[in-house]
């Protein structure tokens, strides 16, 4: 399972909407938010922006490592 698929599942639930309403509002097909919520796809940040619009949440996108030096952005070139 992945953090967007728990987390589209989760704020579904919190908003006590179905899989075809929240399809309906992020322009998408049901089957494609149950894919989602089973981790079976990975969707789109487009599409995720949309979900997210649609659950009148805000979308934000980290990078982690699982090593433990990660570069500093500024040292980046």
């Known amino acids: 399972m992945s953090d967007a698929a728990d987390l589209v599942r989760f704020w ?3 908003r ?7 399809a309906e509002l992020a322009g998408t ?3 494609a938010i149950s894919r989602i919520e089973s981790g079976r796809d990975q969707p789109t940040l487009a599409l995720l922006e949309r979900i997210a619009s649609a659950l009148d949440c805000r979308l934000r996108v980290t990078f982690t490592s699982d ?3 990660v ?4 040292s980046i070139v």
């Open 16 to 22: 006590s909407m179905s899989q075809a309403r929240l």
């Open 67 to 69: 090593s433990e030096t």
């Open 71 to 74: 570069p500093q952005p500024n």
């Open 12 to 14: 579904r639930l919190q």
């Open 29 to 31: 097909g049901q089957a």
